[in-house]
């Protein structure tokens, strides 16, 4: 996933290459010195290894209907397979749309909410982790000029999964460089 820092609040295009070769543009909420959306849902799945969140659904062949295909062919049946995961993952995508907003919240520095998030009462140490986690792509966000982008690999392997070694920022959406 490739985010590209916008100079205002525009909505942001992220560059998605799925391990198939398949290449989708994914629009998304979020522009200027905030983190943009689809980039604290990366940072929070990839934290808490949620594979069954927004970024494990589109590694999965899910497509939004915020995506735009740009390259690659897709698979034989893949508008059938992302119906069908969306609507086998609908309860889980909620799930993860409110732990991604849970720490979103407290990455600023807020309580947390009251209650849970649809699958019980989330251990306070991951929520935090999953917080600081957050606060440092916000600090690497914001040292990223307009234009600049930030490069997300999706966790293929199970949890405990080393993002720290390829962390980085770089100018072009494409090509070599550093990873997140």
């Not at 909410?113 to 982790?129: I, K, V």
Request: charged share 25%; aromatic share 4%; hydrophobic share 45%.
């Amino acid at each position: 996933m490739i985010f590209e820092r916008m100079a205002d609040r525009r909505p942001v295009e992220t560059l998605v290459e799925r391990d198939d070769g398949v290449v989708f543009a994914m629009r998304g909420p979020g522009g200027g010195a905030d983190l943009p959306h689809d980039l604290v849902h990366a940072v929070v799945e990839a934290e808490l290894a949620i594979r069954d969140g927004i970024w494990g659904c589109v590694a999965d062949g899910v497509v939004w209907r915020s995506m735009r295909h740009v390259s690659g062919r897709r698979p034989p049946h893949a508008a059938e397979r992302s119906a069908r995961l969306k609507r086998e993952r609908a309860e889980a995508i909620m799930r993860a749309e409110g732990v991604a907003n849970q720490a979103a919240h407290l990455a600023l520095g807020a309580p947390a909410f009251p209650g849970d998030t649809g699958n019980g009462r989330l251990q306070a140490e991951w929520l935090a982790a999953a917080a600081q986690a957050l606060r440092a792509a916000a600090r690497r966000w914001a040292q990223l000029a307009p234009g600049e982008t930030l490069v997300v690999d999706w966790p293929t392997a199970g949890p405990g999964v080393s993002r720290g070694a390829d962390r980085g920022r770089r100018r072009t959406p494409r090509g070599p460089g550093p990873r997140w």
